[in-house]
């Protein structure tokens, strides 16, 4: 596709069950971020990919959260056992292998956990 | 601890004016600094990137400063129309990673 493509674009959950969010980045980016943004917030970091590299799990609120990107393209974003804390917006966004390099953005799946 | 300060306080002018938003950060030493443009229900979209040893950089109506000695960039837009209304987040490289601020809403009236 022409853009990084997220699904679903929105998920409502109940509290205590498990969530996958889906990044689909732009063909031949191999770096790839997720951040969360609650209302009226910034973005916060959740983790990074990078080519064949570990990835940067750093920020990543709790072990409840999880990602995997397989054969350096699609990537899924796994919560376990959501929290009503955990509803916000979850933006993915992929780039180039260049230092500094932009980042281009889906959309975003907005979670809702009831 | 590391910060990264955007007025949180809607900027409203008026259209032809120009607007000028402002990114303050606190222990980062960042390469790069990034701003984006987000709209409602969407992901953000880049504008413009400039580097720790540029002043300024331009694009259009778009103009960045980036002083590493007071920690600030600037933001302007000339010459604003209301199709410049959205909220202008700023994102700061380092250690690998984008660090973004909570954006400020710019309302451009006609």
């Known amino acids: 596709g022409a853009g990084v493509s997220q699904s679903p674009s929105n998920k409502v959950t109940e509290k205590g069950k498990d969530v996958e969010l889906r990044c689909d980045p732009i063909?031949?980016?191999?770096?790839l971020y997720w951040y969360r943004q609650s209302l009226g917030q910034g973005l916060e970091f959740l983790i990074y990919?990078?080519?064949?590299?570990?990835?940067?799990k750093s920020g990543l609120p709790s072990d409840r959260f999880s990602a995997e990107r397989t054969g350096g393209s699609v990537s899924t974003l796994t919560i376990q056992r959501t929290q009503q804390e955990d509803s916000a917006v979850y933006l993915c966004a992929s780039s180039l292998d260049r230092v500094g390099e932009k980042l281009f953005f889906g959309s975003g799946t907005q979670l809702s956990v009831l | 601890s590391q910060k990264i300060e955007q007025n949180s306080e809607a900027l409203n002018i008026q259209e032809g004016k120009t607007a000028t938003l402002t990114c303050n950060y606190t222990n980062y030493s960042p390469a790069y600094l990034q701003w984006y443009r987000q709209d409602p229900g969407r992901g953000p979209v880049f504008l413009l990137l400039?580097?720790?040893?540029?002043k300024e950089k331009r694009k259009e109506r778009l103009k960045v400063t980036f002083d590493t000695t007071l920690k600030q960039s600037l933001f302007h837009i000339t010459a604003s129309q209301p199709a410049d209304s959205a909220t202008y987040l700023c994102?700061?490289?380092?250690?690998?990673?984008?660090?973004f601020g909570s954006g400020t809403k710019l309302n451009v009236k006609p």
């Open positions: 400039i580097r720790e040893n540029e």
């Open positions: 994102a700061l490289y380092n250690f690998n990673k984008f660090y």
């Open positions: 990919f990078q080519g064949n590299s570990a990835p940067d």
């Open positions: 063909s031949g980016h191999t770096a």
